[in-house]
């Protein structure tokens, strides 16, 4: 299946099928998910502790990679408790979103997806997972225009999704979490064959 015929820029078809809604806003309006996994809110209450501190321990970072991708864990497992350390506390010291991504992805294991999984359980106001589905979905409305297949991210990739999840979290008042949890469920529900193509 060509690139076109899986799905393209304004055309609502992506490799799950029909997409039935005009545009993100529209999806937004009908599927808001405003509410959080248990499990997931659970452990974003609990690294609240974490944010405070100003860094994020060995065991915390830990968990996280495994929330996000067990099959990575044994990279992520190579960091020491000290880099873990070092490299959080500069995450949290900054300002910058692409420093952020450089230094999280600096880490064994951590890439792009990763690191914004960590942002993510860090600060969901602020971010939302940069995962296969939610980019899919945003692909089908025609609002990022390539990496069909949502995945081999780079650090441009992630400043676009993190930019058009922020656009419309501003605009209905909820977390960036919210809008990229919402598609995710979106297209769990609308996907017709395999997630990977």
């Given at each position: 299946m060509s690139g076109t015929e899986a799905g393209g820029r304004g055309h609502g078809r992506v490799a799950l099928g029909r997409v039935p809604y005009a545009s993100v806003a529209d999806l937004l309006r009908r599927e808001l998910v405003r509410g959080e996994d248990p499990a997931t809110a659970a452990l974003m209450e609990t690294l609240r502790r974490a944010r405070r501190r100003g860094w994020v321990s060995r065991a915390e970072f830990l968990t996280m990679c495994r929330w996000k991708s067990?099959?990575?864990?044994?990279?992520c497992r190579l960091n020491s408790a000290a880099a873990v350390r070092r490299v959080s506390r500069a995450v949290l010291a900054t300002r910058s979103e692409r420093a952020r991504l450089g230094l999280l992805t600096g880490l064994h294991g951590v890439s792009v997806p990763t690191a914004s999984a960590i942002l993510t359980l860090l600060d969901p106001r602020r971010y939302g997972?940069?995962?296969?589905?939610?980019?899919q979905l945003l692909f089908g409305l025609g609002r990022v225009s390539r990496k069909l297949a949502g995945r081999?991210?780079?650090?441009?990739?992630?400043?676009?999704?993190?930019?058009?999840?922020?656009?419309?979290?501003?605009?209905?008042?909820?977390?960036?979490?919210?809008?990229?949890?919402?598609?995710?469920?979106c297209h769990r529900r609308l996907q017709k064959g395999r997630l990977y193509v």
């Open positions: 067990p099959r990575a864990l044994r990279h997972v940069l995962d296969i589905r939610a980019w081999g991210f780079a650090p441009g990739d992630w400043l676009d999704y993190l930019g058009e999840l922020r656009r419309h979290a501003r605009r209905f008042g909820v977390t960036a979490r919210a809008v990229e949890y919402t598609l995710f469920l």
